[in-house]
């Protein structure tokens, strides 16, 4: 079913779905089988020549993950999309898809510390170089990209630094050059649509706020069907030569009869099928289940993250508030531009007493979980320098916004009043306490170039002066690229 609403609380009920043509079911089915009988043998062929779509084989399509597929692109405002088996793999594939040995892409440094392992590290040894630049300036996109980039790449409100990327700064450069920007939308969904301000590709995590329970693992990528492919045929003969791999089919004009969606069907037939990713039929519904209450609990997340950044804020063991609500200048600016009804579920804070008070902090929590996930319902808090991104040299750290003292948090959806408590609870147990007009070395470190990482003003809220944004360096990169 298409719904002609552009409300996301109702294209998340009803998007790709009425109920099931045989049973009449309205709850969606969990196709869990193989494969599918074809009609005949000229409908098989068919099939497997792209003349018609339709079902082949679960490891590249199933009916359970059409639905889904179907409502996040609704969603997203895209033409089409892929579900796989995890966040990971859909940034492996939106990038991989049109990159190729001895080409590159430009990334932001403000990202995920899995995703900077994917991106430095695993495409070093596919022959693939990531080039890391600070998005403060969208022009380093510019400075960084030549004949052999193939793609932009960054986080809308990336983790851990929550510094708003600039979507349509670096949307329309990659225009002006021909290179697409690929988003992860994971922790804004709801909130912002990259699709809408020039992305040519909004991914998530479906494991984070789309599922919502912490319950399965998954990712999906959502083609916007606007990229020329075929304009930019020079920058981009993955999808405009003949493909060995697929009987010599050159995509961009395979597909044309299905719409707009080269780049969404090479990556599910080449890449999906060769690796081997797929998304299972039972995850793919219970990300269904988590749709259909997202627009609810993203509200509820942003709500109660920014009142705890708030209090926060005022804490006087807290020498540093990471979110959006706590910036000025232009990344307030952007945040402004680009979120719509909150600002999403994380928060992260410094403590001057470096790893030992964050891990005490988080020793001390009861209600919280210490997990290394986010955008479930509960509230998740971590000590990321010794967990998520323990696996980065401390230059990487701080160029991802991390350092010993920062906390990240997940606010959930229980009563705020909980989840005040319970912080409460952890701030007691940290014995350091910054003395007046003092900032731990790793605090000066956690703020990012830009605005962002201060407390709300200038001017101190209860004795306490306020914190300066310090610069962060992007170290070891071209000096043209930063």
């Given amino acids: 079913m298409t719904t002609s ?73 895209g033409a089409a999309a ?17 990159c190729h040995a001895g080409d590159n892409f430009v990334c932001s440094t403000d990202i995920y510390g899995g995703t900077w392992n994917l991106f430095a590290n695993t495409f070093e040894t596919l022959g693939i170089e990531c080039r890391f630049v600070d998005p403060a300036d969208p022009e380093n996109f510019a400075r960084a990209t030549d004949d052999k980039t193939r793609c932009y790449y960054g986080e809308t409100l990336p983790n851990p630094k929550l510094r708003v990327f600039p979507i349509a700064e670096v949307a329309k450069i990659g225009d002006d050059l021909g290179v697409p920007l690929i988003m992860d939308n994971t922790a804004a969904p709801i909130l912002c649509r990259p699709i809408d301000h020039g992305a040519t590709i909004s991914m998530h995590s479906t494991t984070k706020f789309i599922g919502g329970h912490g319950t399965s693992i998954g990712g999906i990528i959502v083609d ?26 050159v995509w961009t004009e395979a597909v044309k009869p299905l719409g707009p969606i080269a780049y969404i069907i090479k990556a599910r037939v080449t890449l999906l099928r060769d690796l081997g990713a797929a ?32 209090y926060l804020s005022k ?11 706590m910036q ?21 804070f410094e403590l001057a007493g470096g790893a030992e008070a964050g891990q005490k902090f988080i020793d001390n929590l009861e209600m919280f979980y210490h997990v290394a996930n986010i955008g479930d319902a509960r509230s998740l808090a971590i000590h990321p320098a010794t ?11 701080e160029q991802t916004g991390v350092t010993e003292g920062y906390v990240r948090l997940s606010i ?49 809220r209860n004795g306490m002066p306020a914190v300066t944004p310090a610069t962060l360096p992007v170290q070891g990169l071209p000096q043209k690229w930063v």
């Fill in 412 to 460: 959930g959806i229980e009563h705020i009043d909980d989840i005040i408590d319970d912080l409460d609870r952890g701030l007691e147990a940290v014995d350091s306490v910054p003395q007046s007009g003092s900032r731990s070395k790793s605090s000066k470190a956690a703020a990012p170039s830009g605005s962002n990482g201060q407390k709300a003003n200038d001017e101190d």
């Fill in 279 to 310: 998304m299972s039929p039972f995850n793919a519904f219970m990300f269904i289940q988590g749709l259909e209450t997202m627009a609810l609990r993203v509200r509820q997340h942003s709500e109660n993250a920014s009142a705890v950044a708030d």
């Fill in 328 to 348: 000025s200048g232009e990344d307030k600016r952007r945040a402004e531009k680009y979120m719509n009804g909150g600002y999403g579920a994380l928060v992260g």
């Fill in 5 to 77: 609403s552009k409300n996301p609380e109702t294209i998340a009920l009803h998007a790709g779905y009425r109920s099931d043509p045989t049973t009449t079911s309205v709850a969606v089915p969990i196709y869990q089988t193989t494969s599918y009988q074809f009609n005949s043998t000229e409908h098989a062929s068919n099939l497997f020549s792209l003349k018609e779509l339709g079902n082949i084989y679960t490891r590249i399509m199933n009916p359970t993950q059409a639905v889904l597929e179907e409502r996040v692109a609704a969603l997203e405002g």
């Fill in 387 to 397: 967990t998520t991104h323990s696996q980065l040299t401390p230059e990487e750290q």
């Fill in 224 to 249: 916007s069907g606007r990229f020329d492919w075929e304009k930019h045929a020079d920058r981009f003969p993955m999808l405009n030569t003949p493909d060995p791999s697929y009987h010599g089919a």
């Fill in 315 to 325: 804490h006087p063991k807290v020498t540093n508030v990471i979110h959006p609500s």
């Fill in 82 to 98: 892929l579900a796989v088996s995890s966040g990971q793999a859909a940034s492996l594939f939106a990038v991989q898809n049109i």
